[in-house]
């Protein structure tokens, strides 16, 4: 194998890393954005609940004199 073919190959395998460590990551972006999207939606669901809370508690009332 001359030197030209070696770096060839040297050059596929360093292809075929990076085009696997290219995958894991786009992979991985992909699952942060699910669980980006299910925690958007459940701080939207907690806001409404609060937002009812709120709504349907008693005004503050001044604490009482001693």
Do not use: C, F, K, N
Not at 20 to 38: C, H, K, M, N, Y
């Amino acid at each position: 194998m001359g030197p030209l073919e070696a770096r060839v190959d040297e050059l596929e395998a360093l292809y075929a890393h990076q085009e696997r460590t290219v995958q894991e990551l786009s992979d991985l972006v992909a699952g942060q954005w699910a669980r980006i999207d299910a925690l958007t939606r459940e701080v939207l669901r907690l806001r409404e609940d609060v937002q009812g809370l709120s709504q349907r508690t008693a005004p503050d009332r001044p604490p009482p004199h001693y």
